[in-house]
Nanobody
Framework: QVQLVESGGGSVQAGGSLTLSCAAGRYTYKRNCMGWFRQRPGEDREGLATVDGYGGTYYAPSVQGRFFVSREKGKHALLLQLNSVKPGDTGMYYC?????????????????WGQGTQVTVS
């Protein structure tokens, strides 16, 4: 059973930094595509960053150069470092894993999701 638990959200001032973590329970999913997504109030969920089974990463243009995704070594966790945050970064942040091949950025292509962690930028 896939279990993903996000943490690290909270309130942060514009220009600040925050690191989110996604604990994957017993499994590392290091050979699977994992991603971070965001849902802002009144909007659809959007893909922010992915990492594939080879360590390759992809970022949405809106976060390129500000957000960084990585797998935490020695732990079954996926990280998302948020830098230079803006009020527009406010939203619920989710991690997800895709067990099928490929590593797309679209939420519809991921099968398993965490419950999310809220980030508020003021």
């Amino acid at each position: 059973q896939v279990q993903l638990v996000e943490s690290g959200g909270g309130s942060v001032q514009a220009g600040g930094s925050l690191t989110l973590s996604c604990a994957a329970g017993r499994y590392t999913y290091k050979r699977n595509c994992m991603g971070w997504f965001r849902q802002r109030p009144g909007e659809d969920r959007e893909g922010l960053a992915t990492v594939d089974g080879y360590g390759g990463t992809y970022y949405a243009p809106s976060v390129q150069g500000r957000f960084f995704v990585s797998r935490e070594k020695g732990k079954h966790a996926l990280l998302l470092q948020l830098n230079s945050v803006k009020p527009g970064d406010t939203g619920m942040y989710y991690c997800a894993v895709r067990l099928n091949s490929g590593c797309p950025i679209f939420p519809r292509d991921f099968e398993h999701w965490g419950q999310g962690t809220q980030v508020t930028v003021s």
